[in-house]
């Protein structure tokens, strides 16, 4: 395959430069948050640098890619990522009572983290068109609603709340962008909140322990709280310039829990203390921010809204993990772009990463 030179010309390193940098300020937090953790076999932190590593080939690999041709095989990518999470249902592991993963051979992978890029994808595919002047009406949208309840309803099941979040803020701010009609978004909100008592019934126990510990962690300090409780803990102690590298008490002596997930944001606010934690948010912040030009700079409709569904997944997950680690939003399981352990979500947001650089590189060529 011959490259065209220009694109090479026109690289987006600033936008590597940001994600390099996030992604090495992950990989030192991780190896300080797990050093006292017992951990059978190759340490987290190597790990993690084992999946950055691909991801940043398959990034690349993303970015040299005409963004457009993945418009042709847009629905098939999502059939194929709603045939995973059928698969995960059938024969997938059971961890902590959740059945989120495939494994393959010496490999595991969560295919729900996926299925958030192939709905972005598919929602492109079908809004790539200019609405009527007003923009899109009730009418118009049976089909993308149908696009997220499909996977939404199957990640429910697996359970997974956090991801069918994440799915649901990333539609509705995709239906913003696009041009939906005030009215029809105010009709779709109040038919949403008036279906809020009907969702609860189907909420797991400990889901519905953790929003309302929210509320008030000591209705369960020992139990659904423990995580909120203990994260406002480790993050205040860290005071101004934080307790230094490797010094963490709350995560080393083992009273932070998934301090390598869910909530290493926590570690990083013991040890950095709130200078730290600004300067990661500060970088988060560009991070959006460049992601956001890149939409807006877009030559194409197909581009810019493909564009702006990454912007919005990773914007969603930083926002609700900070808010989570911070006792400002519940604890549903949300990870942290580029700093919380894990393949699957480390692969797909470097999957994310490709499609902006790809669409940033070619908005100089047509």
């Not at 991780?30 to 940043?56: D, N, R």
């Not at 999502?78 to 997938?92: D, E, M, P, R, T």
């Not at 900070?322 to 939003?329: A, E, K």
């Amino acid at each position: 395959m011959q490259i065209d030179r220009r694109l090479l010309i026109h690289f987006d390193w600033t936008l590597l430069g940001m994600v390099l940098a996030i992604a090495a300020i992950g990989i030192l937090n991780l190896y300080s948050a797990t050093a006292k953790m017992e951990v059978s076999g190759t340490p987290l932190y190597l790990k993690q640098i084992f999946w950055l590593l691909i991801g940043l080939m398959v990034m690349v690999t993303i970015a040299f890619i005409e963004y457009r041709s993945f418009s042709d095989m847009a629905y098939v990518i999502y059939s194929i990522a709603l045939f995973l999470l059928i698969v995960v249902l059938v024969y997938g592991i059971i961890t902590s009572g959740a059945q989120r993963w495939v494994k393959i051979g010496p490999l595991s992978f969560q295919p729900s983290e996926f299925v958030k890029l192939s709905l972005i994808l598919a929602l492109a595919k079908f809004f790539h068109r200019p609405p009527e002047r007003k923009g899109y009406s009730l009418k118009h949208l049976p089909f993308p609603f149908l696009l997220l309840f499909v996977p939404m309803i199957l990640i429910l099941k697996q359970p997974d709340l956090g991801t069918a979040i994440i799915l649901l803020l990333v539609f509705f701010s995709i239906l913003i962008f696009v041009k939906i009609r005030w009215t029809s978004l105010l009709t779709i909100g109040l038919a949403g909140a008036s279906a809020v008592p009907l969702l609860w019934g189907f909420l797991k126990e400990y889901q519905k322990k953790r929003i309302l510990t929210f509320f008030n962690p000591d209705l369960d300090p020992l139990g659904s709280g423990y995580h909120l409780i203990q994260s406002k803990i480790a993050v205040g102690s860290g005071g101004i310039i934080g307790k230094g590298f490797m010094k963490g008490t709350q995560c080393k002596l083992g009273f932070l829990p998934e301090q390598q997930t869910d909530f290493i944001f926590s570690a990083l606010g013991e040890e950095w203390g709130l200078v730290g934690s600004l300067f990661v948010l500060g970088l988060y912040f560009l991070f959006i921010l460049w992601g956001l030009r890149i939409a807006v700079q877009a030559k194409d409709r197909f581009g810019a809204i493909l564009a702006f569904g990454v912007v919005a997944m990773l914007f969603w997950h930083i926002f609700i993990n900070i808010g989570m680690v911070l006792g400002m939003m519940p604890v549903v399981g949300i990870p942290l772009p580029l700093l919380s352990y894990g393949g699957s979500f480390m692969i797909s947001t470097l999957i994310g990463v490709g499609v902006l650089l790809s669409v940033s590189m070619r908005r100089y060529l047509f």
